[in-house]
Nanobody
Framework: QVQLVESGGGLVQPGGSLTLSCTAS????????MGWYRQTPGKEREMVAN???????RYADSVMGRFTIDRDNAKNTVYLQMNSLTPADSAVYYC????????????WGQGTQVTVSS
């Protein structure tokens, strides 16, 4: 069904910036509610940011003011711009399709590693 492919992860110094991308298959991307999540070993996967089809956004308190989620419907892509990164932001970041036509769903990408270290 829906395929999600993340990219853009890598090694960044504390205080640096990185932008993640997630490209989705399908022709109804403009109707998708999308999210970014992250997970470290031994911890539950946590929500980082969400964006609705309307463009409305929400963020975890830990990233508020530092991260920005955006979407480009023409490219079937959602982005996560990460600024002022700290080691606590190190994780595997996953793209998620959360909502289609008012229905809550769970489609996940394969994940991309972000490591913040000096």
């Amino acid at each position: 069904q829906v395929q999600l492919v993340e990219s853009g992860g890598g090694l960044v110094q504390p205080g640096g910036s990185l932008t993640l991308s997630c490209t989705a298959s399908g022709s109804r991307f403009s109707m998708y509610g999308m999210g970014w999540y992250r997970q470290t070993p031994g911890k539950e996967r946590e929500m980082v940011a969400n964006i609705a089809p309307s463009g409305d956004r929400r963020y975890a308190d830990s990233v508020m003011g530092r991260f920005t989620i955006d979407r480009d419907n023409a490219k079937n892509t959602v982005y996560l711009q990460m600024n002022s990164l700290t080691p606590a932001d190190s994780a595997v970041y996953y793209c998620k399709l959360e909502v289609i036509g008012g229905l809550h769903v769970n489609y996940w990408g394969q994940g991309t590693q972000v490591t913040v270290s000096s």
